[in-house]
């Protein structure tokens, strides 16, 4: 079953789509992205049991509009599902108490999971701070920090040290590995966190214009750019 978004950055994804300022290259880029999970039978949506079913495929060839309400409601919808869920909650309390659960989930599968991920090894937080990202600007990093503690009494100041200790053992953005390949997208939020130039006949590194995160390894499409193409070839 496919990892949907975090509980936490779902209420701000749509918040984002659903501002009219959205920009039509957003909304087409989402559309890619959901035909995708729907022609793959490897991704699997975490269709809670009061969900609907998504719509047929081929539902978003026409052009979209970042204008249209229409348009904006259909996104709401397939994010929703998604994530297995009729509703979502923009509490942050709820939020909180979601990810204090350890029994099994039927939707939210490993939402708990990463964010311990997120708080003893890597840090990884997306923030949208710069001036012109279209996002909201809610996820901030002291908000993301805060959870390590609400959900798991970390500290702020033991996730620093965490990271740092992560960084020292694989070794951060020089690793010293061997026959590996480091393939990204420079659209992707956490291409900055990975190696993007070759560190020597052992370490090549591809950075692939306009590539979402993981794009590379979704099937190919008939709107795949160039340089899409060519990073899988």
Not at 29 to 53: D, M, T
Not at 55 to 72: M, V, Y
Not at 79 to 97: D, F, K, M, P, W
């Amino acid at each position: 079953m496919a990892r949907g978004p975090a509980l936490w950055l779902g209420p701000l994804l749509l918040v984002s789509l659903w501002a009219s300022s959205a920009p039509a290259s957003l909304l087409r880029r989402l559309a890619e992205h959901v035909q995708q999970f729907q022609e793959s039978s490897s991704l699997g949506l975490s269709l809670g049991p009061g969900a609907v079913a998504l719509p047929k495929e081929g539902w978003l060839e026409q052009p979209l509009d970042p204008f249209n309400a229409s348009d904006r409601r259909s996104f709401l919808q397939v994010v929703i599902q998604s994530l297995g869920q009729r509703c979502l909650s923009s509490s942050r309390a709820e939020t909180v108490a979601q990810l204090k659960v350890t029994e099994p989930q039927v939707s939210g599968v490993g939402d708990r999971q990463w964010v311990y991920q997120t708080c003893t090894e890597f840090g990884f937080y997306v923030t949208c701070e710069d001036p012109g990202c279209p996002f909201s600007k809610l996820p901030a990093l002291p908000s993301q920090l805060a959870l390590c503690e609400q959900v798991f009494g970390l500290s702020i100041s033991s996730v620093a040290q965490a990271v740092a200790r992560t960084n020292s053992y694989y070794g951060g953005q020089t690793p010293g590995a061997t026959r590996v390949l480091f393939v990204n997208g420079d659209t992707d939020p956490w291409y900055v966190l990975s190696v993007t130039q070759a560190l020597g006949p052992s370490e090549s590194a591809l950075l692939i214009p306009s590539a979402s995160h993981c794009l590379d390894m979704a099937p190919e499409r008939p709107s795949d750019s160039p340089s899409l193409l060519l990073g899988r070839q």
